[in-house]
C-alpha cells in the first residue's frame, strides 16, 4: 500500500495504522464495524484499550492524510465504525472494478479488451504486500486475487476468440503455471498452443495438469479440458470461438459493489444462462415456477419472496437456466437494487428494460423494493413472461396481473446437506455427518449463511467442519461474513433489509427478537405491525396461524441490540 502525492509516492511501513486503512480502503464508501476493524488491526486478540487505540490510529491516520494534502474527512466517524470516503481519483481497487465494470457494457469486443487491460494494469505486485494483519492477508488477499484472475481470464477468451494466439501465450504460460489448479488458464494455454501448430506441446501440458489433479487432489480434469484432448487427438480444427458477452465474467470479477446502479446486460441467447453453483432443494417450487412460466396460452408473472439470504434470487436464476430453451428472444436480468440495498428508480429501470425482440422472452426483475418499483415496468414486458424477486410479497403486483407467489422458507435438513456437499465436496462433507447437521444448524439452514460457511470451509482445506461449526456458533452474526463481499455478509444483508424499515417497524423487530426467545414472537406487538414485518420478509405465517421468525433472525436481532448498545457507550471520537 503507498500514498501517491504528485511524483512521489510513499510506501507504507507495516504498523497498525497501516492495517487500519488496509481493512477500510477493502470497503470503500461502506460503514466498516468496529468489531472488524478491531480484528484486522490486532487479529483474533485484540487488547482491552483496542477501542482507545483505534481512535489514536485514525488520529495518526489523518495526521498522514494532512501532510500529504489528503482531508481529514476522507475518513468518517459513524455510529459503530469508520467509512473511508474513495472515487476512481483516488483508490486503485475503486478504479478496477469501475473499468471491468463499464467493460460489461462495451461496444464490441475491442473496447471491452481494451478496458479491462487498463484496469489490469493497476496492480502493481502484491496486494497488500507491506500489511501486517494476518486476517487481512488470510481473507482479503486471496479475494482480491481472484478478482484480478477473472478479469485476466476474460481477457484472455478475448484474445483467443480474435485469434491473438501467439500474442496470449506470455500471459497463459504464467498464470497456468501460478495457478495450476485453475483449469481455465490450463485450457485456454492448451488451446492456444494447439492453435498455432504446437500439438505435441498442447498435449504435454494437458498430461502435466492431469497429472497434477491426480496426485494431488484425486480428480481428473474438467470437461473442457477432456473434450479440448480429445479434439487435439483427433486432429479437429479448432476455430476461433465468438466472445461471448461480458455479463458474467465481468460481474464475477468486479463484484457486486462495483456494478454500476441497475445495470443490466441482455443474456446470450439460449442456453447462456448459467447454473447456480452447487445448487440443491426447492424441487417443488421450480417445477412449479418452470410450468407457469413456460405455458403456451401467454405471458405468465411468477413472484418469488422471502426473507434476506433465504436464496430467492439464486432460484431464480437457477430456474432461468432450466427453462432458457423455452424462450428464443432471451432470457434478461435486472437488477432493482443497488449495492447498498437502496431501490433502483423507477424511470432508470424503465430505460435498461430490454426492447423487442424476435421470439418470446423471460424477463427477470431482481431484488424489487416493492409493487411500485415493479408495475410501471410490467408494461414494458408484456410479451415477455416476468420472474420477480422481492423480500415483499408484492401482494397488489399479482392481484392487478395475475401469477403465482413462492415464500421461500429456509431449506430442509437434506437440503442444507446437499448445498454444503456441492460446495465443499461431498467426501469432506460425508466425512462428519453429524458435524454438517450442526453448521447447518448454526446457519439456521439459510443458503446465504451456508454459503458464507461454506467459503470459511474452501479457503482453509485443514479445517474439520466440526471446528468450523463450533467457531460459527460462538458469534454466528458477526462470524459468518466473507469480508471481501458485502453480499456475503449476515450483518450486511440483515443489516440492509432492517435499516430499510421504518424506526418503529425496527424497533419492534428488535423487540421480536427477545420475545421470539421466549417462544411468543408476536407478543405486546399490534397486528398490523406484524403484518408490515411479515410483508418486509422478516416475520413469517401469521393469522390464522402464529407468526414465526426464523432462528438466524432471531440471533441477528439480539446480536444487532447487543453490538449497537455496545457502540453507543463506545462511539468514535
Same mark, same amino acid.
Given at each position: 500500500? !503507498? ?11 507495516? !504498523? ?40 489514536? #490510529? ?6 498522514? =492524510? ?56 493497476? %496492480? ?40 491473438? #494466439? ?112 452447487? =445448487? ?32 430467492? !434470487? ?5 430456474? +432461468? ?8 428472444? *432471451?432470457? =434478461? ?38 409493487? %411500485? ?40 435438513? +437434506? ?9 465443499? *465436496? ?16 448454526? #446457519?439456521?439452514? =439459510? ?127
Amino acid at each position: 500500500m !503507498s500514498i501517491a502525492h504528485g511524483p512521489e509516492t510513499v510506501v507504507l511501513k507495516p !504498523s497498525k495504522p497501516t492495517s487500519l486503512l488496509a481493512a477500510l480502503l477493502l470497503h470503500p464508501n461502506t460503514v466498516v464495524s468496529t468489531a472488524y476493524l478491531l480484528r484486522a488491526v490486532w487479529d483474533e486478540e485484540p487488547p482491552a484499550t483496542a477501542r482507545a487505540a483505534l481512535q489514536t #490510529c485514525v488520529l495518526r491516520l489523518r495526521r498522514l =492524510f494532512a501532510k500529504y494534502g489528503i482531508s481529514a474527512t476522507t475518513i468518517e466517524a459513524v455510529p459503530g465504525g469508520y467509512r473511508m470516503h474513495c472515487d476512481t481519483e483516488t483508490l486503485d481497487l475503486v478504479q478496477f472494478r469501475a473499468l471491468a465494470a463499464r467493460a460489461g457494457s462495451a461496444g464490441g469486443p475491442g473496447e471491452e479488451l481494451y478496458r479491462l487491460r487498463e484496469a489490469l494494469t493497476l %496492480w502493481q505486485g502484491q496486494p497488500l504486500a507491506n500489511v501486517a494483519s494476518r486476517m487481512l492477508q488470510e481473507d482479503a488477499v486471496p479475494a482480491l486475487e481472484q478478482e484480478r484472475l477473472r478479469v485476466l481470464e476474460r481477457v484472455c477468451d478475448l484474445e483467443l476468440a480474435a485469434g491473438n #494466439c501467439h500474442q496470449v501465450l506470455v500471459d497463459l504460460y504464467e498464470s497456468a503455471r501460478r495457478h495450476p489448479v485453475r483449469e481455465r488458464f490450463t485450457e485456454q494455454l492448451v488451446e492456444a498452443l494447439y492453435r498455432t501448430g504446437r500439438q505435441a506441446e498442447a498435449l504435454a501440458e494437458y498430461r502435466t495438469v492431469r497429472d497434477r489433479l491426480r496426485d494431488e487432489l484425486g480428480i481428473d480434469p474438467g470437461p473442457g479440458l477432456r473434450r479440448l484432448e480429445l479434439a487435439i487427438l483427433r486432429a479437429e480444427e479448432l476455430a476461433p470461438a465468438p466472445p461471448e458477452p461480458a455479463r458474467a465474467a465481468v460481474a464475477a470479477a468486479a463484484g457486486p459493489a462495483a456494478l454500476p446502479a441497475g445495470a443490466s446486460v441482455p443474456s446470450r441467447p439460449p442456453r447462456a444462462v448459467p447454473p447456480v453453483p452447487a =445448487f440443491a432443494g426447492r424441487d417443488a417450487d421450480r417445477r412449479a415456477m418452470a410450468a407457469r412460466l413456460t405455458a403456451a396460452d401467454g405471458p405468465r408473472l411468477v413472484v418469488v419472496s422471502g426473507a434476506p439470504g433465504i436464496g430467492k !434470487s439464486a432460484l431464480a436464476r437457477q430456474t +432461468a437456466h432450466e427453462v432458457q430453451e423455452s424462450f428464443p428472444g *432471451g432470457v =434478461f436480468t435486472l437488477q432493482l437494487a443497488r449495492p447498498d440495498g437502496t431501490p433502483v428508480p423507477v424511470e432508470e429501470a424503465a430505460r435498461l428494460m430490454p426492447g423487442p425482440a424476435p421470439g418470446r422472452r423471460l424477463v427477470v426483475l431482481d431484488g424489487a423494493a416493492g409493487a %411500485w418499483q415493479v408495475l410501471p415496468l410490467l408494461s414494458a414486458a408484456e410479451d415477455a413472461a416476468v420472474l420477480v424477486t422481492s423480500r415483499r410479497q408484492l401482494a397488489a403486483v399479482v392481484a392487478t396481473h395475475g401469477g403465482a407467489v413462492h415464500r421461500l422458507d429456509v431449506l430442509r435438513s +437434506a437440503e442444507a446437506h446437499a448445498l454444503l456437499a456441492g460446495l465443499v *465436496g461431498a467426501e469432506r462433507i460425508a466425512a462428519e455427518p453429524a458435524a454438517t447437521r450442526e453448521l447447518a444448524s448454526v #446457519c439456521g439452514h =439459510f443458503p446465504l449463511a451456508l454459503r458464507i460457511a461454506a467459503g470459511r470451509l474452501l479457503t482453509r482445506p485443514g479445517l474439520s467442519v466440526a471446528d468450523c461449526a463450533a467457531w460459527l456458533a460462538e458469534d454466528p452474526p458477526a462470524r459468518l461474513a466473507l469480508a471481501e463481499d458485502a453480499g456475503l455478509s449476515v450483518p450486511e444483508v440483515l443489516g440492509q433489509a432492517l435499516d430499510a424499515l421504518a424506526p418503529a417497524l425496527r424497533e419492534a423487530f428488535l423487540r421480536l427478537g427477545e420475545s421470539a426467545e421466549a417462544g411468543d414472537p408476536g407478543a405486546g406487538e399490534s397486528e398490523s405491525v406484524l403484518e408490515q414485518l411479515v410483508e418486509a420478509g422478516l416475520l413469517e405465517d401469521g393469522p390464522p396461524g402464529p407468526y414465526r421468525l426464523h432462528a438466524l433472525l432471531r440471533i441477528y436481532a439480539r446480536w444487532r441490540v447487543r453490538t449497537h448498545e455496545t457502540a453507543a457507550t463506545a462511539a468514535p471520537r
